[in-house]
């Protein structure tokens, strides 16, 4: 099966990459140790520290296991409501920026050297 990465490209796990399986994700960036509403039973969640309550957001990821194309990500969640999205292409090796901010990246490479 096609192996994905994420790169952590802000906060506190900056230059953190973990492997991902094809599957649908939610990315929970929080800015508290404690997350009060934290998702029970939900292996798929990832929770990323950020550093400032703004930057809070919860993003959907979807990474297809046959055609990269399909990738996707929708911001489901966040204190800026206009950030909240409708699904956008999730480009391989293209950092995700969130209001001139980059937050994640996607590749299938673990050895990408993110400056």
């Known amino acids: ?4 990465y994420i790169y952590v490209l802000s906060g506190p796990l900056k230059g ?3 492997p991902l399986l094809p599957n649908q994700y939610s990315l929970i960036l929080h800015s508290k ?3 009060e509403n934290k998702i029970e039973n939900e292996k798929l ?3 990323i520290p950020c550093n ?3 930057h809070e957001k919860i993003i959907t990821i979807m990474l297809d296991e046959h055609n990269t194309k399909n990738n996707k990500y929708k911001i489901e969640d966040g204190l800026i409501s206009k950030e909240i999205s409708k699904e956008l292409p999730l480009e391989l090796d293209k950092p995700i920026y969130i209001n001139n901010f980059p937050i994640f990246l996607i590749s299938h490479k673990d050895d990408l050297s993110i400056t």
């Open 1 to 4: 099966s096609m192996l994905y």
């Open 16 to 18: 953190i990459i973990t």
């Open 33 to 35: 140790e404690h997350i």
């Open 45 to 47: 969640t990832l929770y």
């Open 52 to 54: 400032k309550k703004e």
